[in-house]
């Protein structure tokens, strides 16, 4: 039997709309009381026993975080998350009324406080200003990987230009791109093109394919969002100010695990960094920043604005990406690992030694099981001669490092060409199945 | 609007959240838990959910099917949550903050409760996901196929016809099943 004939009335069944009577006569109408017993053994087998509750501290954790992030002033809770620009009006009106009981009341010290008032200004004006704001160019320069995440970062690299497009309003819309690499944000969805891989993925509008540089998106936050940092990680930041400008440091030590060092200066946030925000005196306009990097005890520039420009007309297309030629969409959704898959790993050894050995004997199913958007590569084929037959040398032992949600796996592998590669492999298994799939670095 | 118009505002609108929390989180904890597998996977997902949902209600916005609309969101939280794929991609730069799990469940409540999400989405993933988010919605959350209509923001025809195929083809498994072990 494979009930080939598709009865809409199954659904009926479970249709608590529709009344008992109606129930009955539908049930007359099946031929086979087995199917019946199968219906109920289908609906019995998906529903759970019993309703998971939120636990006790759900609520309590969600008001929390709403205050810690919508703690901008001192000692005032003004709810700032995704504010429109109407409730930053409110916001802006409440910080200078603030900024004078502040100046009455020197309740922490005359330093602290002088740090607080110049913080809350800072707040107030740059609310004013983005409020007049419809649109925002950024063009930027970061020591980074052409074609690769836009948040990486490499110290012994060029600069690379990077443009960012961000309207306001009527519907808040984005782009940031690099050569070979962009995202966009269209109000609906957020897409992400990679150029060498030829891989275009679509996820939510919170897919999280911008990371640390999310934060030039939204300059009226800047200052909310790295004092809030400065508050969570014991960061050092301070305000000055100049004839033209207020100018907004913070000092931070790199965040993740360093056991081993491989991401060390990988990203901003895996840095001992400085980090420089200015903002026109006048206008609270945010105008620069420059992001320096500590290593081997002297500080690198990685990261500098070189313009802004606001209210310029953007295109609507500018937030559309095209695709190159042989290159399709995908939805992340379509590439979470299937359970029970014997190709799929438990550990992270597992799945780099299924991954090398597929390569090598050009076992293409466990790859694109392995690696989802490798078969959506626009030169599939291209990256099958390279990969496959390759030879595997060595696999070394997986090891965490930095803020990586993954293992890395060390590698060496030599390919058909006689060119040998010596990397590591990123592997992660946050998803549904805890499987262990490839995340990069081959 | 002065400053007390504000705060009359805010306080109205965190009394509309605290509400909302309420009346929803166990509904909500309970979806993101089954599409999961992790009890503190589905809280952060709920949590961010809430939060967001604050920013909206600030935002002026006007949320007709609070239902409707926080399923959604949860769903969609959910599916980023289990993507897969993001090369290099790292955790948020600011990390969702450690959540306490305070609940009295017991060892065996907990496997229980393991077994029951591995049973079920064993059977759902071997259907296409279209058909399967509608007989979870349906058997996995106890929605009317109108509220699911809502949610996915279908047709309810659509929804009803997405359901009877997907239960199509779990019947046909455990008919298969079935003479499987007659044959043995």
């Known amino acids: 039997m494979q009930f080939n004939n598709i009865k809409h009335t199954d659904a009926d069944l479970f249709d608590d709309t529709i009344s008992s009577a109606d129930k009955k006569k539908i049930i007359e109408n099946y031929n086979d009381a087995s199917e019946l017993d199968l219906i109920n053994m289908a609906a019995s087998a998906l529903m759970p026993s019993k309703e998971i509750k939120a636990s006790n501290s759900l609520k309590d954790n969600v008001m929390k975080q709403i205050n810690e992030t919508s703690q901008t002033t001192l000692g005032t809770k003004t709810g700032i998350i995704s504010l429109s620009r109407s409730t930053w009006k409110k916001i802006a009106s409440i910080a200078a009324v603030l900024l004078i009981t502040l100046a009455i009341i020197p ?79 269209d109000g609906q969805k957020q897409y992400r093109f990679m150029e060498k891989t030829g891989v275009g993925l679509i996820g939510s509008p919170e897919a999280g394919f911008v990371e640390w540089m999310k934060i030039l998106l939204e300059p009226e936050k800047i200052l909310q969002t790295e004092k809030a940092f400065a508050e969570k990680h014991k960061a050092k930041y301070s305000i000055e100010e100049t004839n033209t400008e207020t100018i907004l440091t913070i000092k931070a030590n790199a965040l993740g695990d360093f056991k081993n060092a491989f991401s060390l200066n990988k990203s901003i946030p895996e840095s001992d960094n ?21 290593e081997n005890n002297s500080e690198v520039l990685i990261l500098k604005i070189n313009s802004i420009s606001y ?94 949600v993954g293992q890395y796996v060390p590698y060496i592998v030599k390919f058909k060409s006689g060119e040998v590669q010596k990397h590591n492999l990123a592997v992660r298994n946050d998803n549904l199945q805890k499987t262990w799939v490839i995340d990069g670095g081959y | ?49 809430f939060v967001k949902i604050f920013g909206e209600l600030n935002k002026g ?75 979870r919605f349906r058997f996995v959350d106890g929605l009317q196929f109108q509220q699911i209509a809502d949610i996915l923001e279908i047709p309810l025809t659509t929804a009803k016809s997405r359901f009877s195929y997907g239960l199509q083809k779990i019947k046909t498994q455990f008919f298969n099943q079935k003479e499987a072990s007659h044959a043995v």
């Not at chain 1, 400085?274 to 500590?294: A, I, T």
């Not at chain 1, 399709?328 to 050995?357: F, H, I, Q, R």
């Not at chain 2, 064993?122 to 058909?131: C, D, G, K, Y």
Request: glycine fraction near 4%; charge should be negative.
């Open chain 1, 311 to 404: 209210d310029e007309t953007i295109a609507d297309e500018t937030f559309s990406i095209s695709l190159t030629e042989n290159t399709k969409w995908v939805e992340l959704k379509e590439l979470v690992p299937e359970k029970g898959d014997a190709a799929l790993a438990s550990t992270p050894e597992e799945a780099a030694n299924k991954w090398w050995k597929a390569l090598s004997e050009k076992d293409w199913t466990t790859v694109y099981k392995l690696e989802p958007t490798f078969e959506h590569s626009s030169n599939l084929e291209e990256m099958k001669t390279v990969y496959g037959g390759l030879q595997i040398i060595s696999i070394g032992k997986p090891f965490r490092s930095g803020l990586f």
């Open chain 1, 107 to 185: 309740i922490f010290g005359p330093r602290i406080f002088n740090t607080n008032a110049k913080a809350l200004t800072l707040l107030n004006t740059s609310i004013e200003a983005i409020l007049q704001v419809k649109t925002m160019i950024v063009h930027f320069q970061v020591r980074s990987v052409p074609g690769d995440n836009l948040d990486l970062i490499d110290t012994r690299g060029d600069f690379i230009d990077y443009t960012l497009w961000k309207q306001f309003t009527p519907t808040e819309k984005w782009r940031i791109e690099k050569p070979g690499m962009t995202v966009s944000m």
């Open chain 1, 274 to 294: 400085r980090r420089v925000y200015s903002f026109d005196k006048q206008s609270g306009r945010f105008k620069s920043l420059e992001v320096y990097m500590l």
């Open chain 2, 61 to 135: 916005k006007e949320i007709a099917d609070f239902s409707a609309f926080s399923f959604r969101m949860v769903a969609n939280a959910c599916t980023d949550r289990q993507r897969a794929g993001n090369r290099f991609s790292r955790v948020p730069f600011e990390t969702a903050q450690n959540m306490s799990t305070q609940t009295s469940e017991s060892r065996e409540e907990e496997l229980i409760r393991e077994e029951e999400f591995r049973r079920i989405n064993f059977l759902l993933r071997s259907i296409p996901e279209e058909q399967a988010e509608i007989l």
């Open chain 2, 1 to 49: 609007m002065n400053s007390s118009d504000y705060k009359t505002d805010s306080a109205k609108i965190t009394r509309q959240l605290e509400n909302l929390i309420d009346s929803h989180q166990d509904k909500l904890v309970h979806h993101a838990y089954f599409r999961l597998g992790s009890r503190k996977d589905a809280e952060d997902v709920v949590q961010d959910v």
